[in-house]
DNA sequence: GTCTATATTATGATAGAC
DNA sequence: GTCTATCATAATATAGAC
């Protein structure tokens, strides 16, 4: 748990949760020299993917050498599981947060506010864990990497079945139509993440923007769980 | 548009319309040896990325070697161009068939169904079209590379246009909530397209199976579209 | 902690036999 | 049309100076 400490295996940057300042975008205001190794390499891998980037571009683009990102990380590779499992741990606790702070009526809309907020604010690191985890499961060869690679998908999934929760309640609670849970969940998070792939932050663009296309998404998602059977009025 | 001719810029198979067989997911009953190339690339950047998948690899799965696939292709990048293009051509032939084959009132479904029976049935060549034409568009050196590049995203606007079109003629009737219509496209497609990263056919999986499944994954896209405002029959 | 070499390997691409 | 070399390059990872 220590914030800083050379490559030791799977430990990584602080929780989430610390002030992060500008995670992803922010060029400065790196919070530490691993975490500031981590920024550059989930803009690298975003840009070029991760089978393109190489260290080297990682380094560039701190303005530093091989030496500096191998100091901090073993290999390539513990470098994308710690930009994953960052993105993962993000936007699950902001999630999670918005999901327990108030009533279950409104909690779907609060948990897809703030996981989209997160998918725009940390883009870098989101897209680069959607890039595909399974993708480079292949390329674990080490016990280790096996082994956190699974975390990953652990990760993953509790993401996910924290939306399948929320669901089930509102079916139960008759706000939603009657659905399968865990399929709905994986299409209305891939809605959600769609943006990852085309945002693009514009210049002089205002907090005010921002949550008038969160809200758009999220309305388009939330929508997709009143089946017709609602509109009709027929629960169950 | 000859069927099959060795390396020479941008041809390739013939269009997707004509007896394709089992594109994708068949191992054997490859069409043409261009296509057969093209199976094995789709197969193995679907796998291990571009990045990581060698052209080694996609002649190892076809049991040959180097040889045959640069007989066929110049480059590597020549081969994801094409990979991506197949399935965009794929894809959108389908839709846009689907589109044209009824009324106004079911046309979305219909495109939604098409569009899905796709993404389940030419899986390689659809994830590997979303693995991010964008991101390998840098790697782009030559003119023809980014004419080829600037192709595929012209072609991915089509398809996407068509959805466009099928939004704005179902507010227009009073069908569908008021929207904002590329955004509600993109984020649909986002949903549709979802199922492209983590179905996998199951063994003694039938035909119905599938069409259940793209039966719930095109409700919940369809009723993403109706806003509550349609709940409470306020229209427009 | 960061840098400058350097070892090693992998892979994209080519040439030419068959 | 496909194969067997082979070249050239690029990138991972390491060793050791500062």
């Not at 914030?3 to 975008?25: M, Q, Y």
């Not at 993708?135 to 652990?154: D, F, K, N, V, Y």
């Not at 945002?199 to 907090?207: A, D, L, N, Q, S």
Request: charged share 30%; glycine share 8%.
């Amino acid at each position: 748990m220590t914030p800083a400490e050379p490559a030791a295996g799977a430990n990584a940057p602080d929780s989430p949760d610390a002030a992060r300042a500008e995670a992803a975008g922010g060029r400065e205001g790196a919070r530490s020299p691993r975490e500031e190794v981590l920024d550059a390499a989930a803009q690298c891998f975003m840009e070029k993917g991760f089978g393109a980037a190489s260290i080297d571009d990682v380094a560039r683009r701190m303005g530093a050498t091989k030496g500096r990102v191998y100091h901090w990380y073993r290999s390539k590779l513990d470098l994308f599981v710690d930009v994953v499992r960052y993105s993962l741990e993000l936007i699950h606790d902001q999630t999670a947060a918005a999901a327990a702070a108030g009533p279950p009526e409104g909690r779907m809309a609060r948990m897809l506010r703030a996981h989209l907020r997160s998918i725009l604010r940390d883009r870098p690191y989101h897209r680069v864990a959607l890039q595909g985890v399974d993708l480079h499961l292949r390329a674990a060869t080490t016990p280790e990497q096996r082994e956190a690679l699974a975390g990953l998908i652990a990760l993953r999934d509790r993401h996910q079945r924290l939306f399948e929760k929320a669901i089930a309640e509102g079916v139960e609670l008759g706000l939603y139509a009657p659905c399968d849970v865990p399929l709905t969940a994986r299409t209305m998070l891939a809605a959600a993440n769609g943006a990852v792939f085309w945002y693009r932050p514009r210049e002089g663009e205002t907090e005010a923007d921002r949550n008038e296309l969160i809200e758009k998404i999220a309305a388009y998602c939330l929508h997709g769980l009143h089946g017709p059977a609602a509109e009709k009025g027929e629960k169950a």
